[in-house]
């Protein structure tokens, strides 16, 4: 799969953008602060809606506007959809395919499919366990889209009963009959949170294990003389799960009935703090690193070094990216910015797993930092402007100075209603 054209209107720095792409290599060249990482940005919040750098949508719309939007023409086995999503911070974003409106934003999710390196993606290993779950579950839904219904029915479903959970204490207070009638209220959210909590308990759990080998692999590749033992993964719930260690993992009723369970066994502690204290929202995912397989083990956070820590969360980006394309998929890869954190032998092994990819977008502040395995196309991205680099070596007739903008105005996503 792949974008052969992205159009922005007020996305971040842009107050429109029109850029026409092809399958292969495109790398953005351009100072620090022209606006490079904010058209991958784009491209990857068109894929997850959400955004590798921040958590919530306001940033992403541009300063003095009040919604962005963002729209490529995506090619997928030679067959194109124009998919487009309005950004409105405060109020529900809306999606199309094709011009038709989706019912939910959310129904965009995982038509396009990206896998992003970045600089951010050390919070992967050095992070809390909250970075961590959203890994997991950014994951799950790009392979599983109608996982993102799971996951947003889990944080509702958490967050009427963390209200519930602050207003029992209230509740206590006002009496028998009131507090009754609140424990009552609380047993049906018990029932939602065991259900919907061990969906996506059961979901994460088998993509662990289907994750595992491929981390191992990657990080064997991109870390000087690891083995492929040498990288675990281990899911740590917030409960003991029923079964022993080694047996087949248990199944989704009985982690609904051991949800339930738990829940019920820390009642008092959850009243007494407000808070929901069992479930995948309390879940980590434990990183470690040993020397092969029988070698002891350490977790990653808090005594890998830097480089290790670093090949760990690229092992895991490459992981995903190669699960992705077991799955029979092609996601398109954005290498933001993270050629200037790798050594030059690590720069090429990361080139080379990459280059095969239908589509490779990399941002880098300096051309010569982009590996020679990852030539392609070249934008210059400067003063909010992005426009191919003229090689005047290649066709010494082109003025350097032309302006490309005109005719990308002319492209196909152009005459597209932006619906305002
Ligand atoms: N919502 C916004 N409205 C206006 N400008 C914004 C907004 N969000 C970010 N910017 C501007 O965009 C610029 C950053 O763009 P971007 O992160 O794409 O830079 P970059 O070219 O990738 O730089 P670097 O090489 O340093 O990573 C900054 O100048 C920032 O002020």
Redesign the pocket.
């Known amino acids: 799969m792949y974008v052969s054209h992205l159009v922005l209107h007020d996305?971040?720095?842009y107050a429109a953008a029109d850029v026409r792409l092809e399958p292969g290599v495109t790398a953005?060249i351009?100072?620090?602060?022209?606006?490079?990482?904010?058209?991958v940005?784009a491209v990857d919040y068109l894929s997850r809606q959400s955004s590798h750098?921040v958590a919530t949508d306001?940033?992403?719309?541009?300063?003095?506007?009040d919604q962005a939007v963002v729209r490529a023409a995506v090619v997928r086995d030679g067959r194109t959809a124009v998919l487009e999503i309005e950004l409105n911070p405060g109020r529900a974003n809306r999606a199309r395919v094709n011009r038709s409106p989706l019912p939910r934003s959310r129904d965009l999710v995982g038509i396009l499919r990206t896998v992003v390196f970045s600089p951010e993606d050390l919070t992967l290993v050095k992070g809390d366990p909250s970075d961590r779950r959203r890994f997991l579950d950014d994951l799950l839904v790009l392979r599983t889209p109608r996982l993102a219904g799971v996951r947003s029915d889990y944080d509702r479903v958490l967050k009427q009963r963390n209200s519930l959970l602050k207003n029992l204490g209230a509740a206590r207070r006002g009496g028998r009959d009131a507090q009754e009638a609140a424990l009552g209220t609380l047993a049906v959210w018990d029932e939602h949170l065991a259900r919907t909590g061990a969906e996506l308990l059961d979901e994460r759990l088998a993509l662990v294990r289907a994750l595992t080998p491929y981390v191992g692999a990657a990080y064997e590749t991109v870390a000087r003389g690891a083995s492929r033992d040498d990288a675990g993964l281990e899911y740590r719930p917030s409960f003991t799960l029923p079964g022993d260690a080694g047996e087949a993992p248990p199944d989704r009723e009985t982690l609904a009935g051991a949800l339930l369970a738990e829940v019920e066994r820390r009642r008092r502690e959850e009243i007494d703090r407000g808070l929901s204290l069992v479930g995948p929202h309390r879940d980590d995912l434990l990183l470690s690193l040993g020397q092969g397989e029988a070698g002891t083990r350490l977790p990653v956070k808090g005594y890998a070094s830097h480089g290790e820590s670093w090949s760990f969360a690229l092992a895991l980006r490459l992981a995903s990216y190669d699960l992705l394309r077991a799955d029979g998929d092609d996601p398109i890869l954005i290498l933001?910015?993270v050629f200037a954190e790798l050594d030059t032998e690590r720069r090429a092994r990361l080139a080379e797993l990459v280059a095969g990819a239908e589509q490779v977008l990399v941002?880098?502040?300096v051309g010569a930092d982009v590996p020679a395995a990852l030539q392609g196309a070249r934008f210059v991205?400067a003063g909010g402007e992005v426009r191919p680099e003229v090689d005047p070596e290649v066709d010494p007739e082109v003025d350097p100075g032309v302006d490309p903008g005109e005719d990308a105005a002319r492209g196909e996503l152009s005459g597209v209603d932006d619906g305002r």
């Open positions: 996305f971040r720095s953005f351009g100072r620090n602060g022209q606006g490079k990482t904010n058209l940005e750098r306001a940033p992403l719309v541009r300063a003095g506007a933001d910015d941002t880098a502040a991205v």
